[in-house]
T-cell receptor, first 111, second 114 residues
């Protein structure tokens, strides 16, 4: 089955700096790559997603890039703010919606 | 819309006890699933369902049962709880018939087995 690896496990940045989280996947059949943000005591919430026919997608301060050949995808957050502090998960799935998650990255944005 | 609702929020069980974690969604989603979240391991799929009357096993199904008698509800049953089942459990749903779709998560049930 699919295996998703996520790095780093923790990330601390200064407010206003950029943050980058990287994931790799193993199954070439995976074609959908969402990113979720989880705040304390809550369930994960989708922040951005990308499909395999697209190399990059941007939504305001958040962007995701996908390299299908290398089987890796990344989340980029620019101009970070304290409210961006949370745990972020990447995921990968194929057409069966069998979604596998990375282990998560705890992002801390210091004011 | 309430989205995905999970009850209870917290539960403490003794080893060997049984219980049912409830999950309901009001978005008419065909796909529903259960994940467990453990430190450093992300979210692991326990069971999932692509419609009423259909269930299948995920990555870590042992010790758990599910059923799907209606589109709205997808309960998770622990027949004989073990300390290894101490975890945070999340229910999720999506519009599966639209192909790969984002999962909508509930706020979780924190389960402790002593």
């Amino acid at each position: 089955g699919e295996n998703v690896e996520q790095h780093p496990s923790t990330l601390s940045v200064q407010e206003g700096d950029s943050a980058v989280i990287k994931c790799t996947y193993s199954d070439s059949a995976s074609n959908y790559f969402p990113w979720y943000k989880q705040e304390l005591g809550k369930g994960p919430q989708l922040i951005i997603d990308i499909r395999s026919n697209v190399g990059e997608k941007k939504d305001q301060r958040i962007a995701v890039t996908l390299n299908k050949t290398a089987k890796h995808f990344s989340l980029h957050i620019t101009e970070t703010q304290p409210e961006d502090s949370a745990v972020y998960f990447c995921a990968a799935s194929d057409n069966n919606n069998d979604m596998r998650f990375g282990a998560g990255t705890r992002l801390t944005v210091k004011p | 819309n309430a989205g995905v609702t999970q009850t209870p929020k917290f539960q403490v069980l003794k080893t060997g006890q049984s219980m049912t974690l409830q999950c309901a969604q009001d978005m008419n989603h065909e796909y529903m699933s259960w994940y467990r979240q453990d430190p450093g391991m992300g979210l692991r799929l326990i069971h999932y369902s692509v419609g009423a009357g259909i269930t299948d096993q995920g990555e870590v199904p042992n010790g758990y049962n599910v059923s799907r008698s209606t589109t709205e509800d997808f309960p998770l049953r622990l027949l004989s709880a073990a300390p290894s089942q101490t975890s945070v459990y999340f229910c999720a749903s999506s519009n599966w018939h639209e192909g790969n779709s984002p999962l909508h998560f509930g706020n979780g049930t924190r389960l402790t087995v002593t």
